[in-house]
């Protein structure tokens, strides 16, 4: 999950978001908690349960025995001074009310989600694009162009979907859940100790199924880059593919990743697909024993919980099951996204070879020559020049002749830096290029292609 965090430090700048985000995360959660507490003075004005000798309760505080004396008065206040139906009217007044607000607020939160969600995807790609170019030449030799086009472009999709597609559910999720656990807490201590005795178990299992759905999308994302690297391949040598009439084999090479990389797939998305049933299946088994529980302490008469309250209680934990579920459904997400997430950062934390000596020579132009001093270059434990020695006059039109994969190229590339030689040294008026800026360098240079 570190990979996770570290993606979770793009969200500083976008902290005003975040916390307006926050705030209207809770106002939502609030008013939906309102708005289904209503159903308790609902079912006790129906029960006819409701008490009608409450005493006019002393100063307003924001306290939950405050906030309940304060209502159940006024709704007293009502029937005394007209009938039942028009207390009724009131609460549904009231529900309906809350029920907007709710939903007011809910669309605000996501309204303020959505340029942290957009934001952080922008600046991740944006970032990596950056390290990429970046990278010298002899980075790309080694790594497939496939590869690294899968990690810059699915990878991050992944990310975007997986990721910051969660955001919603990390942010309001357990705050739901917590605010919910203290109302609970409140009707009746002794239900939800129960309650809370009985979510480590879901838990659990929960957990075990996650890191295997990460495991396995970290292959999935391996082979799709072997797939894309692949098709590299045969498109870029497609010249070469049907002057040797091997369009039967690059295709079979092709259909054997892109089979392996099926059943990869088929794997991680029966495994996604088996979260949510599971989820909701447990959710279910808890549901069942605490009103088993709960039913047990209303008939036994060893509770002072009512049975409207009692059912308030059961509507309010049905409403901490789908915060639960999709909460486990991010973490699902998570651990995929957090395959995608390790890739990237793998590429991101490469270190680049060529940089800039601390205190580099500032060339602005070429006064004499450019020379190449007993030159050796290995590529991959493979000697590609051996003692090369010349010097190039400056003004003087110099023609490097020779046959294919004989170092043309790479003693060019080499003049520029774009690798560094093995031994030897390659020198612009007498300094060797290793002590000159980079870009003061390579602003001396020119490329036809």
Known sequence: MKDFYRILNYVKPYYRYAFL???????????????????????????????????????????TSSIKDHFYYEINSIIESGEKIDALLFICGLILITFFFRNLFRYLALYFLTPIRNGVVHDLRSNLHEKVISLPLGFFTEKRRGDITSRMTTDLVEIEWSIMSS????????????IYLITLMVISPTLTLFVIILFPITGFLI??????LKKSSEKSQEKMGDILSVLDENIGGLRVVKLFNAEKNVHQKFDRESKKYQSLMTSLLRKKDLSSPMSEFLSTIVMVVVMWFGGKLVLGGSSHLSPEAFIGYILIFSQIIPPAKSFTTAYYRLQ??????????ELMDTKNTIIDSENPKLVSKINTSVELKNVNFRYENIDVLSNISFTIEKGKTIALVGKSGSGKSTIADLCARFYDINEGEVCVDGVNIKSIKLSDLRHLMGVVS
């Open 167 to 178: 955001l919603e559910m990390i942010f309001r999720d357990p705050l739901q859940i917590i």
């Open 21 to 63: 985000n926050m705030i209207f995360n809770v106002f939502a959660v609030l008013f939906s908690l309102v708005s289904i507490t209503m159903v308790i003075p609902f079912l006790g004005l129906l029960f006819g349960t409701m008490e009608t000798d409450i005493v006019k309760p002393e100063s307003f505080t924001f306290s």
């Open 336 to 345: 995929k996204g957090s395959a995608a997430a390790a890739r990237v950062y």
């Open 207 to 212: 957990a075990k199924v996650g890191k295997s």
